[in-house]
């Protein structure tokens, strides 16, 4: 990549991501940060206050621990440590905000966790009003392979209820059918919330990198400055089609992005009006878990 600290020279105006987890919020959060953008993780916000509850065993990592603590939607005392993590995610965020305005014209990226959607009207409020809310879109086909990554090592879920198994189901099938409605609802969520919606295919361009990515926002909205326009949910997508990534790579961005003089020639970008998203294919059945069982994760952060 090239000389990162010209983007230091960026117009002052603060970033927010939003998305499902693994979909590239904190790769892109930590590119901007080796560019000079101050990085303000939530995540790490909520792991250091929970950290002061829950006792992670020997050799364990935390975000286990975290997963052990909260359990599934069918455990005892689940919605309780659901809302008790709601409170906690609610704090960072204010405080992530309130941090704002004490870093002068330094440019911020607000790296924020898969359920700020759940933090209330008046919290998501300020967020829009203090940053651009950039949300990476994940389309079906894409969702339904993070379905079955869910199904193979189940994570720690804010379910909002969204966990309703019918009485002819299995538990994997209601797992499964369940998950899907939960991503589908949480994509119109994230369109909501966004000024800008990122194509998942166009981030995963072969040189794709922070020029790129700034390019995109940059003549979208700055409501920092009030000299363009905000258009909400503008939708960047590329002119062609394209295959899913692999599963194991389904949920990352390029990892070795490069600056490029003429990304919408490239990539065959064009700027659309947001549309509805679309749904997830059917399940694939998984095996059946007992209800015994507890969540694990490679991810870094509750979902």
């Known amino acids: 990549m090239t000389d990162n600290t010209s983007h230091i020279a960026h117009p002052t105006s603060h970033i927010a991501f939003i998305g499902m987890s693994g979909v590239g919020k904190s790769y892109w959060a930590k590119q901007l940060s080796q560019a000079g953008w101050l990085h303000l993780d939530c995540d790490a916000m909520i792991a250091g206050r929970l950290g002061e509850m829950i006792e992670v065993g020997k050799d364990e990592d935390p975000v286990h621990a975290v997963g052990r603590w909260m359990g599934m939607p069918w455990d005892e005392g689940y919605e309780a440590r659901e809302a008790r993590y709601l409170e906690l995610e609610a704090t960072a965020t204010g405080q992530t905000l309130d941090q704002l305005n004490e870093h002068g014209n330094q440019p911020v990226v ?24 950039l949300y990476f879109d994940v389309p079906g086909d894409v969702r339904q392979q993070m379905v079955e990554l869910y199904l193979a090592e189940l994570k720690p879920v804010l379910w909002q209820r969204g966990y309703k198994p019918r009485p002819d189901e299995s538990e994997a099938d209601a797992l499964a059918r369940c998950y899907a409605e939960l991503l589908t609802d949480r994509a119109q969520r994230y369109r909501a919330l966004a000024d800008v919606v990122i194509d998942y295919h166009a981030v995963r361009e072969p040189g794709f990198g ?27 997508r590329r002119g062609r089609s394209a295959s899913p990534a692999t599963l194991n790579t389904c949920l990352l961005p390029n990892r070795n992005p490069q600056s490029a003089s003429n990304t919408a020639a490239r990539t065959g970008l064009v700027a659309i009006s947001s549309s509805r998203p679309s749904s997830t294919t059917s399940c694939a059945r998984a095996a059946a878990r007992s209800r015994s069982s507890r969540c694990r994760t490679n991810s870094r952060t509750i979902a």
């Open 110 to 133: 607000i790296d924020t966790t898969g359920s700020v959607i759940y933090t209330g009207d008046e919290l998501q409020g300020r967020l829009k009003q203090a940053t651009r809310v």
């Open 210 to 236: 922070i020029d790129e990515l700034l390019k995109m926002i940059d003549p979208v909205v700055s409501r920092a400055t009030g000299s363009v326009p905000c258009y909400p949910s503008i939708t960047l």
